[in-house]
DNA sequence: CGCGTACTTGAGCCGTTTCAAGTACGGTGG
DNA sequence: CCACCGTACTTGAAACGGCTCAAGTACGCG
């Protein structure tokens, strides 16, 4: 995916009417005038980190382009993926609302554009405006079924084959790809591997095996799905 | 825990003004005669399913007394236990809200008090009333945290006795329970596997080596930690 | 050209799962 | 009261699968 540039960035009208399904989607001008009110825009580069977990708020943030990934890591500095975050979504809500501490670490893998909200000013804006308090419940639901997903796939899928088949299909489908057309992966082996709950190397491997076995075709970053059904046969499995 | 007979099940307060940090909890006399309007008393017995993963919604639930799992099941039949539910925690309220499929099933575990409000009624209720949309961000914030709990425990926690160890101290918390004060588990060695993400007999095996190690002792249900820094220990390893 | 990062592949180990056999307990009906 | 049955728990042995360690390759970038 191409990095937007300044001028992109900034040319692109802040809120459309018709966004993607993201937390301002269908919102009112009032509403959205409100919340530009007491945010401000921010870019940050690739590999930046948003927050990280067990910080105390300081606040939301927008996501309005680019991509995140949302960690959590253990003590010995083991890490898993939640989900990967896109355009339109919140960053962080959970812990703001509740003034706990950040639950995950977000960090962006692309250049992004992000409008960040004070904790105080936001909770404020959100307890007064019922529209935008129904907002929160919807990216709040959004986030609780990204992770009924994600334990979904951790404790479900137990052979190596069946996850990273499943985690290829849902990223197609989260990029609505259809058949024969490449899709890229902006996500090292290693991410991949915090993602389904595996290592490095069995990524590797596994990957690899598809490869032979003619289910997928490789070209650096880029994937593309030859045999959806066998894949889709391995998740059911 | 002894089984609250129907007497008591009556004679309780139906909503008190100082109850736990629930759904209800610090709510106005005026939003409760609402939610009250709109729901109505139900028992079930143990064992019973409330709802159950990909119905459509037919509304929420609050549970009063009792407890209850909250599981996902995979097409061949295994399960997870997402997380165990107690008296104050509204059920089924992010499908609900967002009239998506049920996400995950709900099954008492003992003989429960549970208010049902229909969908429509509930939704229409939260549109219009404030206080009640804030209810509903919080109980799902906690649903969001407990699920990214589960996260880390079954992708972070490798070894089995890691699992079980921090399990057992979860649970301990849970209950506030003390040292020196045994705690009841009313759940079997398989559904304890299935919390944790592991097979039956390894949850035996490794609770009997806790209790040979004389980290636990075990009589019947009830289970005391002796040796709780010893527990601790392994969490972190 | 050289370095760093990511990927690849092999070999052996380790822990959990699976299968199997058996025990303990509570409830039911004779 | 006891025999019977179902459910849960226990324990052993073997197999499997992914992890770890290790060595080496490919690629992009200064």
Known sequence: MPVPDSFELHQKPLFGPCREPGFLGDISPRALKSFEAISQVCLYPAAAVLFAETQTPRGVYLLDS???????????????????TGPGEMLGLGAAITEKPYEITAETLEPCRVRFAKTV?????????????LKVIEQLSREYFAACKQVRTLALSRRATEKVARFLLDWAARGRVANQIPMTLPLTHEEIAQAVGLSRETVTRTLS????RKLIAMAGPDILICNRPALETLTAA
Chains 1, 2 share one sequence.
Request: charged content about 30%; hydrophobic content about 40%; overall charge positive.
């Open 121 to 133: 000013d936001f909770c404020c804006l959100v307890r007064k405006d019922p529209e935008l308090s």
């Open 66 to 84: 680019g991509r995140a990934k949302m960690t959590m890591t253990s003590a010995e500095g083991k890490a898993v993926i939640l989900r990967i």
């Open 209 to 212: 095996a598809f490869r032979h």
